[in-house]
């Protein structure tokens, strides 16, 4: 069993400039075993701090740690039967792919010489090294680098891959590719991974779960998906998905079944769908509504806003389409067969069942969006306002 327990992680660095910085703060979660999960936050947000916490390489300010049901958050990070992959991999410059990739096995000191063979040999095969084991480092490209790096933990047949950022320095379509050698790596091997990464659209894509962080704290640990429909809070909602939900601030005002944005520059019109979960009057809220929830429509309705499209970006199969709202500046985005110009005025629509409420002080979610829309494509419509 391989499945790592965290109970209230906390590490607190001591800056001689900044005073207490608190990296981790009580963090916990269970990763099951045989699970890939990714640990996603902005740069600061305590990831790498948190996986070297796992990996030993930091001591734990407080906290338990767990690996199949023994603590561990005190044994040394030899002993802990982790295997770590680095953004900068870090190989010995003087020794071949299969040279770094035996030497930890050899400084272990468990295993003969033929046998250190066949496990480099086996993991070569994983990586499709084979042919490269004589080279040098400087022999080989980034990405050939990164897949010895990663044959290097593999040999040591760890309980748990632990990758901090691995494919950052790797081009954007090298990326893509050792992405998915990762994820077919993982599910291959079956082992339980944390892998950290800042990008969202890396998250969604590769992990079971992934495990939202930010200034130190845990906010979800949810799947994809359900980070994306039932976000938590702001933060969340914000973070995941791309372009980022639009967040609208408003006031109740249930004597009007409305919704109003200062100075009236927007007022919603909501039936009990959102008012059921909201009933209080002069309530502070954050309107939550993701660009791709937005419809294009021939007429106002009672959830539109008429606005003048500000910027529009055509990206073939979309339009993103940047607008005013108050003094907001917002985005839309809408299907690629329409025809907008900049300078267009248009009514868009909020359904009311994509829309996300969240409270404005706490900026906990009050209401997620409902999981299911049928409405239909409207294919090819002139859909402005103004004549052409
Ligand atoms: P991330 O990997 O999410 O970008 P880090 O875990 O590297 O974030 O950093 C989290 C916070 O802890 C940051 O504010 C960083 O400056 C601080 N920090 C990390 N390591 C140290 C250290 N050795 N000494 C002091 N502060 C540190
Ligand atoms: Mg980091």
């Known amino acids: 069993m391989s499945s790592l327990r965290l109970e209230s992680i906390r590490k607190v660095f001591d800056d001689p400039n900044e005073g207490e910085i608190v990296a981790v703060n009580d963090v916990s979660m269970e990763i099951e075993d045989g699970e890939f999960m990714v640990l996603v936050g902005p740069s600061g947000s305590g990831k790498s701090t948190l996986l070297r916490l796992i990996s030993g390489l930091e001591t734990l300010t407080s906290g338990e740690l767990y ?3 023994e603590e561990i958050g005190q044994t ?6 982790l295997a770590m992959v680095f ?9 071949t792919a299969r040279g770094n990739m035996s030497f930890g096995l050899k400084m272990q000191r468990e295993l003969d010489e033929a046998e250190i063979d066949e496990r480099v040999d086996e993991a070569a095969d994983i990586m499709d090294i084979g042919d490269l084991l004589d080279k040098m480092p400087s022999e080989l490209s980034g990405g050939q680098q990164q897949r010895v790096a990663l044959g290097r933990a593999i040999v040591r ?9 691995p494919l950052s320095n790797l081009d954007a379509k090298l990326r893509s590719q050792m992405r998915t050698e990762i994820q077919r790596l993982q599910s291959e091997l ?15 894509t590769m992990g079971d779960r992934i495990a939202i962080m930010n200034h130190g704290e845990l906010q979800q640990v949810a799947t994809p998906l359900e980070a994306y429909y039932e976000p938590v809070n702001v933060f969340v909602a914000g973070f995941i998905g791309s372009p980022s939900m639009n967040f609208i601030s408003m006031t109740t005002d249930w004597s009007n079944d409305r919704l109003t944005l200062e100075n009236d520059a927007f007022s919603y019109g909501t039936s ?9 009057d002069d309530r502070e809220i954050l309107l939550g509504i993701r660009p791709e929830d ?5 007429s106002p309705t009672e959830t539109s806003v008429t606005v003048e499209v500000d910027v529009i970006e055509p990206l073939g199969e979309k339009h993103l389409l940047y607008f005013d709202i108050g003094r907001e500046t917002y985005i839309a985005s809408v299907p690629g067969y329409y025809q907008i110009e900049g300078e267009d005025r248009i009514h868009l629509d909020i359904p009311e069942q994509r829309v996300h409420l969240f409270d404005a002080e706490s900026h906990r979610t009050i209401k997620n969006r409902e999981p299911a829309s049928d409405d239909d494509a409207r294919l090819g419509e002139q859909i402005t306002v103004n004549d052409r």
């Open 67 to 69: 690996l199949g049901g």
């Open 76 to 81: 040394k990070p030899k002993n802990r039967d």
């Open 87 to 95: 953004q900068n991999y870090a190989l010995y410059p003087h020794l």
């Open 157 to 165: 047949e760890p309980a748990v891959f632990l990758m901090d950022e």
């Open 190 to 204: 079956d082992v339980t991974t944390i892998y950290v990464t800042h990008d969202q659209t890396e998250a969604m």
């Open 272 to 280: 009990n769908v959102l008012g059921d979960e909201l009933t209080e």
């Open 294 to 298: 937005i419809d294009l429509v021939r």
